[in-house]
């Protein structure tokens, strides 16, 4: 069999009065799980934030855009390439050449001309993938497997990590090496409602009515957080096990430290986990939510007994599958006690993902 590279990165985190990720009535989403309704952020929700992390923390050539402007978006590479062209050349050109690598464009309509050389569907291309596009449209290319095997080579790290579906041409897909799961609270919760009045500024002192009335929802929980990254699968994406290993430490750091944004003007959210487990293996990721099926049930607070609840699950399922290629984690000493053999226990975040990224190198060049 070959070899192959899981990582498990689960989390408990705790969230005070919050909106983080709303439903088409503004309600927090929550999830039936275990016979009760939980809190839930959807995995969309969280990769979204991750996205943004990555933004602020990758160079530009490590990127990937996803957008309807495409055309525009490679029009305007176009013109730097090639300052003879005028814009409207290229993003004629760029339209065509995108055309023939299997991208449908909105047919140009006098009624919404706001459209015109926008694609059907949003597509997720990396820059490097757009300069070399942006070249082919200079040198005229026009064979479609030229075009696609573009937009299809060194893909960007967020799209080896995130994956890409092409709605109008299924060979342009790319095949996501990471997974995020649904964040649910490990015990029960109830929606609660916030009444709020607004002033008028310029109202006046006879007039004690509030300028505005209304209502928000919101609810606080101990979420349980859980993804995974197939390294073997990044490193054949990416051609390079240290590449590929510095690019799955900065996604548990983007895991890790970012937030979804709904709300968080209004509830400051600003929270990070309580405890972090790692765990590289060698045969399937392990997902220990079901160590929460039963929920928590407290009146003194959820993180200590969902802690214990984690160890548990880590055990039961130990029993299944084949022993971790090692384990990192921060945060719970008891994890560290109970598991002596496998965890250990770092003093900082910074300490966990440098030791990840030099245990985890090797494993990805045996690959």
Known sequence: MKNRTYVDINLLQSVPSSNLNRDDAGSPKTAQYGGVTRARVSSQAWKKAMRQYFIDHLE?????????ELVSFVADKVQKLDDSITHTEAMDKSEKVINKAGLKTNPKSKKHPENDHKLKALFFVGNEQAQKLAQAVVDGETDKKVLQAILNDNPAIDI?????????????????????AHAVSTHAVRTEFDFFT???????????????L???????????????????ELVKQLGDPKKAAKAMALFIEAFVKSMPTGKSTTFANETLPSAIVVTVRNDRPVNLVNGFEEPVSSTNGYLEKSLNK?????????KFVNDPEFILTMGDPNLDKDNPESFKENDSFNE???KFVEQVTPLLSED
């Open 214 to 232: 209304g209502t928000m929802e919101y609810n606080s929980s101990t979420l349980y957080r859980y993804a995974n990254v197939a390294g073997h």
């Open 310 to 318: 984690l160890n548990k699950e880590f055990k039961q399922t130990n």
């Open 60 to 68: 530009a050539k490590d990127l990937g855009t996803r957008t309807l």
């Open 160 to 180: 080896s990590l995130f994956g890409r579906m092409a709605a109008d041409d299924p060979t342009l897909n790319e095949d996501a090496s990471a997974q995020v």
């Open 352 to 354: 966990l993902i440098n």
């Open 198 to 212: 607004a002033t008028d500024d310029f109202s006046s002192k006879d007039n004690a009515g509030a300028g505005m």
